[in-house]
Nanobody
């Protein structure tokens, strides 16, 4: 497994933006599709997006389409999730994973907390 660390979360007002980072602390991310997931309090973890290896396409959940954009720089071993026009319902802990399967069962990192509130 590729060890991944999430960062970039915080408190933002509705309509604001955040850029989350997912960085490998070990091996290269080359050839790995990277998935973003989130878990809101009391809810199941859900998939947010997937970015294919070498920016080879991706996937966005319906709630993320038009607002969230995933990108990557394999030389920096980092994947980003740019989140715009954030809504209170986007409040959750965001995780990245070294694959995109909705059935991915871990291991998971600590995630990064996003709170959207006025």
């Amino acid at each position: 497994q590729v060890p991944l660390v999430e960062s970039g979360g915080g408190l933002v007002q509705p309509g604001g933006s955040l850029r989350l980072s997912c960085t490998s602390t070990g091996s290269s991310l080359d050839w790995h599709a990277i998935g973003w997931f989130r878990q809101a309090p009391g809810q199941e973890r859900e998939q947010v997006s997937c970015i294919g290896s070498s920016n080879g396409g991706g996937y966005y959940a319906d709630f993320a389409k038009g607002r969230f954009t995933a990108s990557r720089d394999d030389a920096k071993k980092t994947v980003w999730l740019q989140m715009n026009n954030l809504k209170p319902e986007d409040t959750a802990i965001y995780f990245c994973a070294p694959e995109c399967s909705p059935a991915y069962a871990g291991p998971w990192g600590q995630g990064t907390q996003v709170i959207v509130s006025s």
